[in-house]
């Protein structure tokens, strides 16, 4: 796992293009809403109302992986350098200003970044090295047990009920 300008690109290209890219910390995996900014990409959240990152923390890593936009398949998977911003600072003011137009929804729109700044955490994901190929595996997870599914044996009565309706039309 390297990373050499090429790699730099097509990450950088195809995390700017994507609007989720899913990361992988020391918590479960999970799908996050970003911006790309100065060569690396931030996701904000923690707090009331944002998206949650367990298990990203301060000087640890993550791993990244970016979808394609049109079919969904994965792109590229980089290791990330976390970094969590300060509040106020110049790199946190430029990342936080990309975020806000990409923040659908927001509750508070014009109070938005003074609430982000009490309440939540800004983590720059920057690029260290990317996967020399992609897994051979999907790597999705199985869906957890659930009485909701969709496919059930139709009901022995349903097709004559369904056929006398259409003739009755007729």
């Known amino acids: 796992?390297?990373?050499?300008?090429?790699?730099?690109?097509?990450?950088?290209?195809?995390?700017?293009?994507?609007?989720?890219?899913?990361?992988?910390?020391?918590g479960?995996?999970?799908a996050l809403w970003h911006a790309w900014v100065d060569g690396a990409a931030h996701v904000l959240g923690d707090g009331p109302g944002e998206q949650p990152f367990p298990g990203l923390t301060d000087g640890a890593a993550a791993e990244?992986?970016?979808?394609s936009k049109d079919k969904g398949g994965r792109l590229v998977a980089w290791t990330a350098a976390v970094r969590e911003l300060v509040p106020g600072s110049e790199s946190w003011e430029a990342a936080v200003a990309e975020l806000k137009g990409k923040r659908l929804n927001a509750p508070?729109?014009?109070?938005?970044?003074?609430?982000?700044?009490?309440?939540?955490?800004?983590l720059r994901l920057e690029p260290v090295a990317v996967a020399d190929g992609l897994p051979d595996g999907s790597l999705a997870a199985a869906p957890?047990?659930?009485p909701a599914?969709?496919?059930?044996p139709v009901p022995a009565g349903l097709p004559k009920l369904l056929l006398k309706r259409k003739k009755a039309k007729r």
């Open 1 to 26: 796992m390297t990373l050499s300008a090429l790699d730099l690109a097509l990450v950088e290209e195809a995390s700017k293009k994507s609007g989720l890219i899913w990361v992988r910390g020391a």
């Open 28 to 30: 479960a995996d999970r």
């Open 64 to 67: 990244v992986t970016v979808r």
């Open 108 to 122: 508070d729109s014009e109070r938005m970044t003074e609430r982000w700044a009490r309440e939540c955490r800004l």
């Open 144 to 146: 957890l047990p659930s």
């Open 149 to 152: 599914v969709t496919r059930r």
